[in-house]
């Protein structure tokens, strides 16, 4: 037995000894490099083209419409800057403020119905019946025939006197056979609120369905021995492990949104059959 300051040591515990770097270890290493560097720069080396293609096709477009928007871009001859002139007119011009609160309300109304929709129709088809697979189609085909075609076609039923929304409301005495919908303000707000219901609704069913899936089926399972019901495993189970955060439902907003494009479809595609029909007068 050896003593020291520290202490009594027994003399047959061999001490540590450095460990000398072996051939097989990376060169990195061995270099006075680093492991870590190695991996960052491999992985930027590999994101590389991502980024490459998400500053020309997004960074570059989007700084280039913000210098733009300070010049008197005239997109063909000469242009001068102009400094935040644009953007003075744009917050003094009362069409461009009621543009925005009209989009706000128009969101506001639309978000809500677009989730509980969504939800209602992805668990009416995540369950294995019979006829899941035509009832999934059927609600998701709005949205693949796409928002500029069933404008138009929204457009021709709201017509007056011709369009199959009179007759059927007709039918049930719930509207005139003459009603206006995009003439008078309340009523082609509610029929676009309508139409933007049922066109994003199936998109929102198919991004909560995934969702539904990742949720492990032992749970439901051990719900159903409790005895639980459909609400409860609803309630307790599906909502609170489904992906919705806040951000998740302002993105959700800002989508429906830029839908509010179909508006001005609805409005683009009235004014053309104005004009064709005030040129053949003419004619």
């Not at 083209?49 to 419409?65: D, N, Q, S």
């Not at 969101?107 to 929709?117: F, R």
Request: hydrophobic share 50%; net charge positive; with cysteine.
């Amino acid at each position: 037995m050896i003593t020291d300051e520290s202490g009594p040591r027994d003399s047959t515990v061999p001490r540590a000894r450095p460990v000398k770097p072996s051939p097989g270890w990376p060169a990195a290493l061995l270099k006075g490099g680093s492991l870590r560097a190695r991996r960052a720069r491999t992985g930027m080396i590999l994101v590389s083209p991502a980024f490459a293609l998400v500053a020309v096709f997004v960074l570059f477009p989007l700084g280039f419409a913000v210098y733009i928007s300070l010049t008197d871009w005239p997109l063909i001859g000469p242009y001068h800057f102009t400094g935040g002139r644009n953007y003075t007119e744009l917050i003094h011009d009362p069409v461009f403020i009621h543009s925005v609160l009209f989009t706000l309300l128009y969101t506001a109304i639309v978000t809500g119905p677009i989730l509980v929709l969504g939800y209602a129709m992805a668990a009416f088809v995540r369950a294995n019946r019979p006829g899941s697979v035509v009832f999934r189609t059927a609600f998701f085909l709005p949205f693949i025939v796409g928002l500029a075609t069933e404008s138009f076609m929204l457009l021709l039923e709201l017509q007056p006197d011709s369009g199959a929304v009179d007759a059927v409301l007709g039918k049930l005495g719930l509207a005139s056979a003459s009603t206006a919908w995009t003439v008078h303000y309340d009523l082609a707000l509610g029929a676009i609120c309508v139409f933007v219901v049922w066109f994003a609704s199936g998109l929102t069913m198919m991004i909560l369905m995934g969702g539904m899936q990742g949720i492990p089926g032992d749970l439901y399972e051990a719900a159903n021995v409790d005895g639980a019901s459909w609400w409860q495993k609803e309630r307790r189970i599906t909502i609170p492990m489904l992906p919705i955060s806040p951000p998740g439902i302002g993105h959700r907003g800002v989508s429906v949104a830029r839908i509010a494009g179909s508006s001005r479809v609805v409005a683009g595609v009235r004014q053309a059959c104005r004009n064709l029909v005030r040129s053949a007068a003419v004619e």
